[in-house]
T-cell receptor, first 118, second 115 residues
Framework: AQTVTQSQPEMSVQEAETVTLSCTYD???????LFWYKQPPSRQMILVIRQEAYKQQNATENRFSVNFQKAAKSFSLKISDSQLGDTAMYFCAFMKHVMRGGSEKLVFGKGTKLTVNP | DTGVSQNPRHKITKRGQNVTFRCDPISEHNRLYWYRQTLGQGPEFLTYFQNEAQLEKSRLLSDRFSAERPKGSFSTLEIQRTEQGDSAMYLC?????????????FGPGTRLLVL
C-alpha cells in the first residue's frame, strides 16, 4: 500500500516571499503520478500541480513548482511570490498508474495548513 | 456546466438515522469517486464508479454504506444507522480518462454531523 507523509502541519509566510512545503511518499510502484491539491477555507479542493514519475523534469505552473526526487521519494512544493489567496490547506497526493478501467484513486497526506500574512 | 455539485452541503442527524447524499459530476465525466475527510486528515478513498458500474470499494466502506450511480450520471451515497464516527466531510470527485492525464475535479463536499 502507498502512504503519503506531510511532516509540516502548519506553516506561515509573509506576502511576496517564497515557501516550500514538504512531502514524502512510500511505494513499490514504478509508474505513478504525484499531485498537490489546495483546499481554501470552506471551499472545494482544486488541483495546483501534477508530476508524472517517468518525467525527470520538475513540473511548474506559474508561481508553483515542484522538486521531485524519485530516488528519495520526495515531492516538495515551492510557492513563489506568495499571495494572500494562497492561504489554504495543501495536500500532497499519490496515484498509481493503472490499466484501462482501473480505479485511479488518490492517496492523500494529512495536509499542511499554509497562512500567508500581509 | 460549472463543476461538480453536492447536496446537501450540510447535514445534521441523530445517531441511528439514515442519510443520503447526492453528487452531480461534470457532465461528460464517466468516472466518479467518493472520499471521506475527517478533521485533521486528508481525504480517504471510499468507492469508485466508471459509468454506472461500481468497480472498487474501500474497506472503510462498511455494510452500512451503499453507493449507486444508476444511469452513469449522478451518484448517491447512503449511510444507514448512522454512528457518531460517521461525522466527516464527504467529498465527491469526477474525471475523464485522458491517457494518464486524468485530473479529478472535486465538489464542495457534504459535511455530516451525527449527534
Amino acid at each position: 500500500a502507498q502512504t503519503v507523509t506531510q511532516s509540516q502541519p502548519e506553516m506561515s509566510v509573509q506576502e511576496a516571499e517564497t515557501v516550500t512545503l514538504s512531502c514524502t511518499y512510500d511505494t513499490s510502484e514504478n509508474n505513478y503520478y504525484l499531485f498537490w491539491y489546495k483546499q481554501p477555507p470552506s471551499r472545494q479542493m482544486i488541483l495546483v500541480i501534477r508530476q508524472e514519475a517517468y518525467k525527470q523534469q520538475n513540473a511548474t505552473e506559474n508561481r508553483f513548482s515542484v522538486n521531485f526526487q524519485k530516488a528519495a521519494k520526495s515531492f516538495s512544493l515551492k510557492i513563489s511570490d506568495s499571495q494572500l489567496g494562497d492561504t489554504a490547506m495543501y495536500f500532497c497526493a499519490f496515484m498509481k498508474h493503472v490499466m484501462r478501467g482501473g480505479s485511479e484513486k488518490l492517496v492523500f497526506g494529512k495536509g499542511t495548513k499554509l497562512t500567508v500574512n500581509p | 456546466d460549472t463543476g461538480v455539485s453536492q447536496n446537501p452541503r450540510h447535514k445534521i442527524t441523530k445517531r441511528g438515522q439514515n442519510v443520503t447524499f447526492r453528487c452531480d459530476p461534470i457532465s461528460e465525466h464517466n468516472r466518479l469517486y467518493w472520499y471521506r475527510q475527517t478533521l485533521g486528515q486528508g481525504p480517504e478513498f471510499l468507492t469508485y464508479f466508471q459509468n454506472e458500474a461500481q468497480l472498487e470499494k474501500s474497506r472503510l466502506l462498511s455494510d452500512r454504506f451503499s453507493a449507486e450511480r444508476p444511469k452513469g450520471s449522478f451518484s448517491t451515497l447512503e449511510i444507514q444507522r448512522t454512528e457518531q464516527g460517521d461525522s466527516a466531510m464527504y467529498l465527491c470527485a469526477s474525471s475523464l480518462p485522458q491517457g494518464g492525464r486524468e485530473t479529478q475535479y472535486f465538489g464542495p463536499g457534504t459535511r455530516l454531523l451525527v449527534l
